[in-house]
């Protein structure tokens, strides 16, 4: 999928491609050594072994913004299961865009071509996380229509937590 904006496309990551293996794999340790994902690069196992392993999962998918030839965002998607809905959900687990590019509109045409992937696949919903913090990712999922997630106002907001596993 190639969607235009001014010098700006999108194009679905082919994992076993070597370019694109590296992009996904630059653009994500961008995001992650930036605050907004925790201050730390990637390990060298992540490095080496992040597109393979996403490529071996079906329900994983990723699409890369590229300016001409050089990449600038990322956004990684992990099919999922609504038991409420008894329909497919997928989840936006990461929207990178490196800090050079924020503000010009490339998480918006990241987030259009996971919204239609997701439509393709039958979902239900798009579901994602954001740290409170980062106030400009909460205003554009905002303004694309993402809301807290809640059942009952009574109950109040869902929280995302997590619990790390020894191995």
Known sequence: MVTPHNS???RRVDYTDARDAAALVALLDAY????AGGGQPLSEHVKRHLAAELGR????????????????GLVN??????????????NVHDVAVLSGH?????????????ENEARIRGACKLT?????GNGPARRLYEALGF?????????????????????
């Open 128 to 132: 994602l996380e954001v740290l409170s």
């Open 8 to 10: 700006l496309s999108v």
């Open 57 to 72: 999962r079906p329900q994983a998918f990723s699409f890369i913004a590229w300016e001409a030839d050089t990449p600038v």
């Open 32 to 35: 992650a050594s930036d605050p």
């Open 102 to 114: 924020r503000g010009r509109g490339v998480g918006r045409l990241l987030l259009a071509a996971a």
């Open 147 to 167: 809301a807290d997630y809640q059942l009952d106002p009574a109950m109040g907001h869902a929280c995302f937590m997590q619990k790390w596993l020894e191995h």
């Open 77 to 90: 998607c992990i099919e999922g299961f609504s038991t409420f809905a008894c329909q497919t959900l997928v």
